[in-house]
């Protein structure tokens, strides 16, 4: 088999993938058309796909996939009932009378609505809707407002409980176990999404804390791009309601999964449940709401599903055609070993970033490339948190990241393009100085998980 056939569909599936077509059925179309014609041709053996619906039947059967509509719905929940307005007003009242106040609260409620939503187009557009117009009314300069809302938008890549650490997470610990049997460890050691949001805790506040001492210094050194908001007085009743019920929620569905007493998809059933009972206690639930709830949700649980079909249609093809034994090769025979062969992961990652959501990356490039870097010898939880950072910062790049197109699709017309892509440049090197310390200091991802 000629292997540089698997490369030439994946370089088809990129190209038809940038042309704007649906994304599970370009994987699983172009992988069954290159099956078809190889077949023909005799440079394909159709016993490939006879693993198919054995990987179909294991993907809709994993237990901890349900974890994601679970954790959608929760982040639909808390959206379509107002908790996110409600938590922003609070937090505004609370720090907005500060130099920079308002955009240090608009960080920490994106950090906690991207913790329940996970999902960066749902952050970004909420909190631009929600705290935009505000800043902008309060003189807040239109670069660090909207990068501010931008990259904290990107946050729902890397703080736990994230879907995209359930995904990563699920992929990594099968791609961990066939590097371990391919080193003839029988007795191979398992790596949970549990694990993935343990080591997330310190990376992602660190990115937090790196946020909000930026906006600090920029009410030190530019006061008048961050001024203090008069905000109306809110009494200290009004201020718990708001902050008090979403944090504990979130506590307690981090918690259960760190303290090892529930699986990340027990925790989502919680999660759900509980923003479901704090809706109804606010009177936020009726039918229609309910319909949209479950109908949001839905849409998207399956186009998840349906995409990971579509990798695993893929991902056959891929391996029948030989492809994964020439990466492997190509890495192997690279100068400069496991160094240069990660850092060419990164940089093909952050690329197709600009092009393709962290779902597709996700299904269609780790389980190629991840194997293989377990087998050379990276931890898979570092590796784990240093895609999705990778991803984030490419969502947040301009001229295509996808941060800045939500965003440019909620903001007024009085706010041009070009102040998004100021705004998020400060954002982007914060990102990449934490990328550059996890490389330097894996611990920063292993060490929190190894004590647990």
Same mark, same amino acid.
């Given at each position: 088999m000629d292997g540089s056939i698997a490369l030439w569909m994946f370089a088809a599936v990129c190209g038809l993938l940038m042309l704007g077509y649906p994304v599970a059925f370009t994987l699983a179309g172009t992988a069954l058309l290159f099956a078809a014609v190889g077949t023909i041709a005799g440079g394909?053996?159709?016993?490939? *796909? !006879?693993? *198919?619906?054995?990987? *179909?039947?294991? %993907?809709?059967?994993?237990? %901890?996939?349900?974890?994601?509509? *679970?954790?959608v719905m929760m982040g639909v929940i808390l959206e379509k009932s107002k908790v996110a307005e409600e938590l922003l007003e609070s937090m505004s009242a609370l720090l907005g009378r500060l130099p920079g106040g308002l955009a240090i609260s608009v960080v920490l409620v994106g950090m906690l609505l991207a913790a329940s939503t996970g999902i960066v187009g749902a952050t970004v557009v909420t909190m631009g809707l929600l705290s935009l117009p505000t800043m902008l009314r309060a003189g807040y300069g239109p670069s660090i407002a909207t990068g501010t809302i931008c990259a904290t938008g990107t946050l729902g890549q890397i703080i736990p409980p994230s879907i995209a650490l359930v995904l990563l997470g699920d992929i990594l610990s099968s791609s961990y176990q066939q590097a371990q049997l391919k080193l003839e460890v029988f007795n191979p050691q398992t790596v949970s999404v549990g694990d993935l949001f343990v080591g997330a805790i310190i990376p992602g506040l660190l990115l937090v804390g790196l946020y909000c001492l930026y906006i600090l210094g920029m009410a030190l050194l530019r006061p008048g791009s961050v001024p203090p908001v008069k905000t109306r007085t809110m009494s200290w009743g009004k201020l718990l309601h708001g902050l008090i019920p979403p944090l504990i929620l979130i506590a307690v569905v981090l918690g259960s999964i760190l303290a090892g007493a529930a699986t990340p998809t !027990?925790?989502?059933?919680v999660g759900a449940t509980g923003a479901l009972l704090l809706a109804a206690l606010r009177g936020e639930v009726n039918q229609n709401k309910l319909q949209e709830i479950v109908t949001s949700t839905l849409e998207t649980t399956a186009m998840v599903f349906m995409i990971l079909i579509g990798a695993a249609v893929f991902s056959l093809v891929f391996r029948g055609f030989g492809g994964e034994e020439l990466i492997q090769a190509f890495f192997a025979d690279l100068p400069g070993g496991v160094f240069s062969a990660t850092l060419l992961v990164m940089v093909v990652i952050f690329a197709l970033g600009f092009v393709l959501d962290f779902i597709e990356i996700t299904f269609v490039v780790v389980p190629i490339v991840g194997p293989i870097l377990l087998l050379m010898g990276v931890d898979p939880i570092w590796l784990g948190i240093m895609i999705a950072i990778n991803l984030q910062t490419s969502f947040l790049t301009p001229p295509f990241g996808f941060a800045l197109f939500y965003l440019r699709g909620v903001a007024p017309d009085s706010v041009p393009t070009s102040a998004i892509y100021r705004g998020v440049i400060p954002f982007i090197c914060i990102q990449l100085l934490v990328l550059a310390a996890l490389w330097v200091w894996p611990q920063l991802a292993t060490w929190l998980s190894a004590q647990l």
């Open positions: 394909f053996d159709p016993a490939f *796909l !006879e693993a *198919l619906p054995g990987r *179909l039947f294991g %993907t809709i059967s994993n237990v %901890t996939l349900i974890a994601v509509p *679970l954790f !027990e925790a989502a059933g």
